[in-house]
């Protein structure tokens, strides 16, 4: 859980994924440092999701060009 507000330009990255056979996490070594790994689940199917969570500055390490988050639904809170 997020307890504080993030400071203007500031995000929190959370990349959750899902694999086959082993856990995976994107760059092994680097998510490794700073405890920033949540610990694997697996399911009955031999499914893993595994997840990483880091803080980082948007004017420091800007998201990608042409990424474009959903917007709610009509209605949607």
Do not use: C, Y
């Not at 203007?8 to 694999?19: C, R, T």
């Not at 980082?56 to 060009?65: G, I, K, L, T």
């Amino acid at each position: 859980m997020l307890r504080t507000p993030l400071k203007p330009n500031s995000v929190w990255d959370l990349d959750i994924i899902v694999s086959f056979g082993d856990p995976f996490w994107p760059d092994p070594d680097d998510s490794d440092r700073g405890n920033s790994r949540i610990d694997p689940l697996r399911n009955g199917s031999g499914m893993w999701l595994t997840a990483t969570s880091h803080h980082r500055s948007q004017a420091w390490d800007p998201s990608p060009e042409g990424l474009h988050l959903p917007l709610p639904r009509p209605g949607e809170r």
